[in-house]
């Protein structure tokens, strides 16, 4: 067993999943770059305040997954756990609300928690998500849910589905949560340890435990879109109606409501919505977001609303290497140029740095291995061609250009970056 290993829940990105990670990150910035989505990125560490009150005090994320240490100056830090709040903290400190509303931004990057180990579950995850703050029209609720539906498909992820709720504001929650711990109180023998420590403070939590004896409980609970103030309730029929119009472009866009969605962090208010892949059951989940109107205000800023979601890259790999049709491109060099004896050996370097100048993928078989043994490696670097260099070549100055991947004939190539390099590119 070796000395050391990645930190549990985390892992290394080796070579060859480098082209399913680049075709999801470039088509993640294609996306948001058709919906007017900036990139913004900010510290991987924050002041652990910003997520104390961002994220909530009584959330799961809060008082068990951070990162937090005191540096050497005595300030308390914490690995950033998820994305919003720090978008957020930005959009306060830059002044951002002088610019038109909403500020639409998205972001890519790591983020720590500190997960209980189980399959899909990291604690180094890499997240995509955008934030539109500033407008709380229910049209930025639906732009927001296309654009994570348009980034599913765009992947080629089908089957997923939409589900929706809405959990109202400081207005009507209230009510609401008396309403959800009164039920809760008279089924408090049935639910598990967990939600009785939480139905007090974090009522809402209950609805969404997945163990088993909560599950009945859970579905007969008292609705959160039944107690909608009249703003909420006009926001929520906005959103509902929007939605049925995105189906012209996505005739799958099978969306179901679930009052039992809330999400886990304190800061969501009205629209709440998770995309999840098929044949989930409510147990998996793609993408998640919702509208967090309290929150910048929260934080120190003016009151403003805000919505966003965020999605977990390392599922949607593990969902993308799943799916036929995806291919990663080829990924091995142009040539690997084979080199047999000291004269060759020098031309095969030159040769190399003048292709690769010129913009071509090039390497040169290790050293002191017979010919066999070199074009063995270059077919299992997967070239393109392998460039044939040994004491005839150099003689008659023409190397042997042999075709790897096909079936073509070998070719005699003057030893010149510029006809090399013509021949390579098949022109
Ligand atoms: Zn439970
Ligand atoms: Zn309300």
């Not at 308390?76 to 500020?103: D, F, K, M, W």
């Not at 990057?109 to 709380?136: N, S």
């Not at 139905?199 to 609705?223: H, M, N, V, W, Y």
């Not at 629209?271 to 934080?299: C, K």
Request: proline residues 6%.
């Amino acid at each position: 067993m070796p000395s050391f290993r990645a930190p549990r829940g985390t892992y290394d990105i080796l070579p060859d999943e480098q082209p399913y990670w680049s075709f999801a990150l470039k088509t993640a910035a294609e996306t948001a770059k058709r919906f007017g989505y900036g990139r913004i990125d900010t510290p991987m560490f924050e002041p652990t305040d910003l997520f104390e009150r961002g994220v909530g005090d009584a959330t799961d994320i809060v008082q068990k997954e951070m990162y937090t240490f005191e540096d050497h100056g005595g300030d308390s830090l914490t690995l950033r756990p998820e994305g919003t709040a720090g978008v957020c903290r930005a959009y306060i400190e830059h002044g951002l609300h002088n610019q038109p509303q909403p500020v639409r931004m998205h972001y890519i990057g790591p983020y720590f928690r500190y997960e209980r180990p189980q399959a899909g579950r990291f604690r180094q995850l890499r997240q995509f998500g955008v934030e539109a703050i500033g407008d709380g029209s229910p049209n930025v609720d639906v732009e927001v849910i296309e654009l994570g539906w348009s980034y599913i498909r765009s992947l080629n992820i089908n089957g997923t589905s939409l589900r929706i709720n809405s959990i109202g504001d400081s207005e009507c929650r209230p009510a609401y949560l008396d309403a959800l711990r009164e039920y809760y109180r008279g089924h408090i023998d049935e639910v598990c340890d967990d939600d009785r420590q939480r139905f007090e403070s974090a009522p809402l939590r209950l609805l969404d435990c997945k163990r088993t004896q909560c599950q009945g409980i859970g579905d007969a609970a008292p609705k959160s879109t039944d107690f909608l103030c009249d703003a909420c309730d006009a926001h929520w029929a906005s959103v509902i109606a929007l939605l049925d119009g995105l189906k012209d472009t996505y005739p799958d866009l099978d969306y179901s409501i679930d009052h039992r969605l809330v999400r886990g962090l304190d800061y969501y208010t009205r629209t709440v919505f998770e995309i999840e892949p098929e044949n989930a059951a409510g147990q998996s989940t793609l993408l998640g977001g919702g509208r967090y109107d309290g929150l910048i205000e929260e934080i120190g800023g003016p009151p403003t609303p805000g919505i966003g979601f965020a999605l977990g890259l390392d599922r949607i790999i593990s969902e993308v290497k799943s799916r036929e049709g995806f291919v990663p491109p080829e990924s091995g060099p142009d040539v690997v140029i084979v080199h047999l004896g000291d004269e060759a050996g020098l031309r095969a370097s030159a040769l190399a740095a003048g292709l690769r100048d010129d913009g071509l993928g090039v390497l040169v078989a290790p050293v002191g291995r017979s010919m066999r043994a070199q074009m063995r490696y270059s077919n299992s670097m997967n070239a393109r061609y392998a460039l044939i260099i040994g004491d005839r070549e150099i003689e008659s100055a023409e190397g042997a250009l042999r075709p790897l991947r096909d079936n073509g004939e070998q070719e005699a190539v003057a030893l010149n970056v510029q006809a090399l390099a013509k021949a390579l590119r098949g022109d």
